[in-house]
T-cell receptor, first 115, second 110 residues
């Protein structure tokens, strides 16, 4: 089956620093990857859609200069939270879509705490 | 009106009960339907995937799609404490736009 690896699973950082989260599709080529944010007891909120080799498409209200997404290869996408602030503390989840598939495979998520 | 509506619960049932989880949707163009299970502090995992109207069974899980009523269901038979999680329905027309329900929190009490 399709597997997506996401790390770190948990990260604490100081306010003003940047944090990078990696998302790798281990056994398939994910031409499209999605980044979600999830607040406690709430559903998934799509932040951006990234296609390999092109710029990410951000959802309305998501600051693209703050949440930098890079999808440099068919198996790796990264989310960098720049100049993090406490309000950026959240659970971030990536997912990959296999070409032609109509399901998403999710990573295990990354819990970010900004002090 | 939201594209996908799902009762957030919480739902609490005794072990061994049959659980029914439901979602309704507004866009008749949705073609593919999924159910994901999400344990606390983990990413969602795919449970069931269906395309057409009707039932699909996998072990204790049955996914049901009624396109005429724009209604999908997930049934869990002989529920176990390990089934305690949040269940998300999801659907897609084509392309890259997936729509998710808000999730239903389920607790199975031993």
């Amino acid at each position: 089956g399709a597997v997506v690896s996401q790390h770190p699973s948990w990260v604490i950082c100081k306010s003003g620093t940047s944090v990078k989260i990696e998302c790798r599709s281990l056994d398939f080529q994910a031409t499209t990857m999605f980044w979600y944010r999830q607040f406690p007891k709430q559903s998934l909120m799509l932040m951006a859609t990234s296609n390999e080799g092109s710029k990410a498409t951000y959802e309305q209200g998501v600051e693209k200069d703050k949440f930098l997404i890079n999808h440099a290869s068919l198996t790796l996408s990264t989310l960098t939270v720049t100049s993090a602030h406490p309000e950026d503390s959240s659970f971030y989840i990536c997912s990959g879509r296999r070409p032609g598939a109509n399901v998403l495979t999710f990573g295990a998520g990354s819990r970010l705490t900004v002090l | 009106q939201k594209e996908v509506e799902q009762d957030p619960g919480p739902l609490s049932v005794p072990e061994g009960a049959i659980v029914s989880l439901n979602c309704t949707y507004s866009n008749s163009a949705f073609q593919y339907f999924m159910w994901y299970r999400q344990y606390s502090r983990k990413g969602p995992e795919l449970l069931m995937y269906t395309y057409s109207s009707g039932n699909k069974e996998d072990g204790r899980f049955t996914a049901q799609v009624d396109k005429s009523s724009k209604y999908i269901s997930l049934f869990i038979r002989d529920s176990q404490p390990s089934d305690s999680a949040t269940y998300l329905c999801a659907m897609i027309i084509t392309g890259n736009q997936f729509y998710f329900g808000t999730g239903t929190s389920l607790t199975v009490i031993p």
